[in-house]
Structures are given as C-alpha cells and as structure tokens.
C-alpha cells in the first residue's frame, strides 16, 4: 500500500515537472515569434503586470518596461482611498501610460483622469481598462502634463513619470535631475499647484535626500512618507507619499 502512494506521487511530480517543461519551450517559443530582446524579461512577468494579461493586454515597447505591476499598483490604490475620507475621490494620473496604476484606482472606486502625452498609450490603456472592466470610471486626456496642470483639478495626484528607460538602474545615485521629460523639483511643482496630497513613484536607486527636499518646495513642508515596493522579494521602486496622502 505504501509503496504504491509513492509510485502514485512519482508520477504526479514528473508529470507536472513535463508540464513545467513544456510550459516553458512554449514560452521560449512565443518569444523568439513577437516579443523584442528589451521586452522579453518583462514579458516573463506578464502575470505580475496584469493577472488579466492573457484576456488581451496590450502594450508597446516603453509600456511593457514602465507599467506598474499590479499588486503595487493595488497599493498605491488603497493609499489614496485612505488618504481621503471621500467615497470616490478624484485621482490625476498625470504620466498614464497603458494604464497600469489608472485601473487599480477605478477598481477602488476612484474617478480617475488619465493623463499621458502618447495617444497609443492612451489606446492601450483604454483597451486594458475594458479588460478589467473599468474604462466607464477613467476619463482619458491626450496631452501634455504641464500644458494641462493649470486646469486640472483633484484630490489625490499620481506621478509615476518616464525614468528614462530600463538603463536608469545603470546610475548608481539616481538624482530627481534624471527624471523625464522635466526634473522632479518641476514636475513636482506642477503637481502641487493641483493639490498637496501627492503620491510620486520612482527609482529603486532614487537619491532619497533629495525626495525628501521636495517637501520643503512648501511652506510649511508637506508631510512625506517614503516606502520600498517589493515584490517576491526583489525592490521595484520607491514611493513617496506627500502631504494627506502620507501616513499622519
Ligand atoms: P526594471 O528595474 O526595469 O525591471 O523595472 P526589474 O525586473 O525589476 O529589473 P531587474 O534587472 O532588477 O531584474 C522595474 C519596475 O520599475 C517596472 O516594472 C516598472 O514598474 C518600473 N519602471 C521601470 N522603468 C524603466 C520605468 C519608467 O521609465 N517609468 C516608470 N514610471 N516606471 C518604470
Ligand atoms: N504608471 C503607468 C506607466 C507610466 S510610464 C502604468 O502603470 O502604466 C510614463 C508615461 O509618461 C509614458 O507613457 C509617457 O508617454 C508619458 N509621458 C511622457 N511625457 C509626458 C507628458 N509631458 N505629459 C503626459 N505624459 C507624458
């Protein structure tokens, strides 16, 4: 009897060990047929990115690289419903992209504004919102950040802006100077004449002192939390959180 569970089990580990196997030339295979050199280690961790992905996801080249993996994007989610005491408060995602962060935070209940310059991003997102079930909570602006700051009005901004591709990890103190398409101080100050409660999302590598600085660009210095993101164990960035999006 015992010696035939573990006959039993021996199957079982090397029949899900071919699976595994299979799985993974398959993968190789689907690779080598769509996916470019810059995008394959980030379409190995398609599922982190999107647990939908499979349903449709799409993304270009500076999507697949930027999105934000969904668990962190979930947090950045949660932070913004517990910074405002509103049952649907308005979020400015003002750097979009394919919408990686926008559709955590409809998914929680926000009105969200999606921002981003590129209007292939903003098809994608739109795409990927659908996807999730989302897109009737996000409203979708093609346009520059800065030329609509002035006009925009919300309770929570989001920044998570380009880093300058996936070489930004080659700089060993990442200064807000590197960020694109202006520097942080500025992007910052944009973001702070819409509101105080801001959430920024950056570098691992980031030069923390200066994120700190940003807080003194008001008077008196917004409050500022700063937080590593993991996932399965590895860092994937840093956040920010500025003003009532901080923890008091
Ligand atoms: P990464 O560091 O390029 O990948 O991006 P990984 O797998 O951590 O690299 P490794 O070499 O350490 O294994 C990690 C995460 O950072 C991405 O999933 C994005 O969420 C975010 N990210 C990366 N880039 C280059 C950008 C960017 O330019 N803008 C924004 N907003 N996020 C980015
Ligand atoms: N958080 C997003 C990724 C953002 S990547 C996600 O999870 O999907 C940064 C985005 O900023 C890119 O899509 C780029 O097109 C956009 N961008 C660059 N300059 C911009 C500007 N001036 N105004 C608005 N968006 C801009």
Known sequence: MKKKRMRNKKTISAAKAHKKRKQSIRDREKVAQNVSPVVEKYWFQRYNLFSKYDEGIKMDEEGWYSVTPEQIAIRHALRCVAATAKPNPVVIDCFAGVGGNAIQFARMCCSVVAIDIDPKKLE?????????GVQHCIDFIVGDFFQLAPSLKGDIVFLAPPWGGPS????ENFTLDFLKPRDGFTIFQF????????IMFLPRNVDLQQ???LSWLSSPPLEVEIEENYLQNNVKGVTAYFGGAACH
């Open 191 to 198: 973001a702070q004449a819409i509101t105080p409660n801001i």
């Open 211 to 213: 994120v700190e600085e």
């Open 124 to 132: 994608f997102a739109i795409n990927n919102a659908k996807i999730y």
């Open 168 to 171: 930004y990890k080659s700089i």
